[in-house]
Structure formats: structure tokens, C-alpha cells
């Protein structure tokens, strides 16, 4: 079995940083993050609340956006990512936020 645990805990923190620095309200917005070693990233789950969100929730997929890891539905961007993710090989991580300035 692969271990996520550290692809997670980044993923988690990077999610939460979003939150601290007010680039995200409610549960809008995210942050994935690939491990192309794995040729898997992780994502946070989709309708969880920053200040519940938790290590064990973050989501972890193939590239072809299929669940490997996780109970919660990953995040509805998670086509984007997987796009992304597949078409430019550089890409290490996305970010996808709702900033108040940026949407207003």
C-alpha cells in the first residue's frame, strides 16, 4: 500500500494557508498538489469548511481523476487539475481561490 500520509499533510497545510491569508471564504476554493513519482495528487474534498478541514480528508487521485485514497468527494475543480496536471508536466501545484478582490 502507498503511503500519502506526507503528499496529504502538505496538501492540508497548503489549503489552510489559503484560509489564513483570506484568499478563500466558506469552503470555496483549493489547493492540489502532485507527487509525479506516484503519478498521484491530492486535493481537499469538496463542501468542508477550512476550520473542520483535517489531514485524513484531503483526497488523493491518479491522473485520470480517479479516487485512490479517501471517504469525501474531492473537490468539483478536481477535471481542471487533472487537465492541468496531465498537459503541463512543470506543474507541481495549483491553487484556486475566491478572494474578495479577485471576484468582486
Not at 486535493?43 to 483526497?59: A, C, H, N, Q
Not at 487521485?61 to 481542471?80: Q, R
Request: charged share 25%; hydrophobic share 35%; glycine share 4%.
Amino acid at each position: 500500500m502507498n503511503n500519502y500520509k506526507d503528499l496529504k499533510k502538505r496538501c492540508l497545510n497548503a489549503n489552510l494557508e489559503l484560509k489564513n491569508q483570506n484568499l478563500v471564504f466558506y469552503t470555496f476554493g483549493n489547493v492540489s498538489l502532485i507527487d509525479r513519482n506516484k503519478n498521484v495528487f491530492a486535493i481537499k474534498p469538496s463542501g468542508v469548511k477550512y476550520d473542520k478541514l483535517r489531514e485524513k480528508d484531503i483526497v488523493i487521485l491518479n491522473l485520470n481523476g480517479d479516487v485512490i485514497e479517501g471517504k469525501l468527494n474531492p473537490s468539483s475543480d478536481t477535471k481542471t487539475h487533472c487537465f492541468l496536471y496531465n498537459n503541463w508536466k512543470d506543474i507541481c501545484s495549483i491553487s484556486h481561490t475566491h478572494s474578495t478582490y479577485a471576484v468582486g
